[in-house]
């Protein structure tokens, strides 16, 4: 399997743009979670899905933030409008019941400026 | 609410030496802890996973301790070399949800 997969690895772009960041998980797992890192605040949990299904989105920032998961194999992460406190590193990941290991892609570098 | 903390922040030894990064939490309540190797740049790899009954794991070099009563965990890194150099997470997984608390990280520098 070649893990997790994120798109793109970096972005780069202007305060009030749409962002949307993708993710593959590995096939077979039930469980996708969408974090951000950044130095002042560590790893933050944004948002899983179960099988498809939001579970808990308490970590999300704000009505600017949404995230989507369609099918098993697709999940995006959309900010509208970006805004220069959202740069950061949101990583991906992935695990088969949600109580196992979590994998993690490689992330995605975003800069709002 | 589960607070992660790991001391200490960042830690410099000569190649060779053996070494303690510490792990605590508040909540007792865990179904297990896990601790993670990031490089810079990149995303986060699984190194030991701990259940809540368990005391320990180990994993060639390194080894993991649980003291769930005390809210601490322990990785010993044995023999260490330049390759290990990285941020070390430990995280936390509730009882009560499938969501993995993490801490902040120790920044580890082997000097060759």
């Known amino acids: 399997d070649a893990g997790v997969i994120q798109s793109p690895r970096h972005e780069v772009t202007e305060m009030g743009q749409e962002v949307t960041l993708r993710c593959k998980p590995i096939?077979?797992?039930?469980?996708l979670f969408w974090y951000r890192q950044t130095m002042m605040r560590g790893l933050e949990l944004l948002i899983y899905?179960?099988?498809?299904?939001?579970?808990?989105d308490s970590g999300m920032p704000e009505d600017r933030f949404s995230a989507k998961m369609p099918n098993a194999s697709f999940s995006t992460l959309k900010i509208q409008p970006s805004e220069p406190r959202d740069s950061a590193v949101y990583f991906c990941a992935s695990s088969g019941t949600g109580q196992e290991t979590q994998y993690f892609g490689p992330g995605t570098r975003l800069l709002v400026l | 609410k589960q607070e992660v903390t790991q001391i200490p922040a960042a830690l410099s030894v000569p190649e060779g030496e053996n070494l303690v990064l510490n792990c605590s939490f508040t909540d007792s309540a865990i179904y297990n802890l896990q601790w993670f190797r990031q490089d810079p740049g990149k995303g986060l790899t699984s190194l030991l996973l701990i259940q809540s009954s368990q005391r320990e794991q180990t994993s060639g070099r390194l080894n993991a301790s649980l003291d769930k009563s005390s809210g601490r965990s322990t990785l010993y890194i044995a023999a260490s070399q330049p390759g290990d150099s990285a941020t070390y997470l430990c995280a936390v997984l509730l009882n009560y949800g499938q969501n993995f608390v993490f801490g902040p990280g120790t920044r580890l520098s082997v000097l060759p």
């Open positions: 096939s077979g797992h039930d469980y």
């Open positions: 899905f179960n099988n498809n299904v939001p579970i808990d």
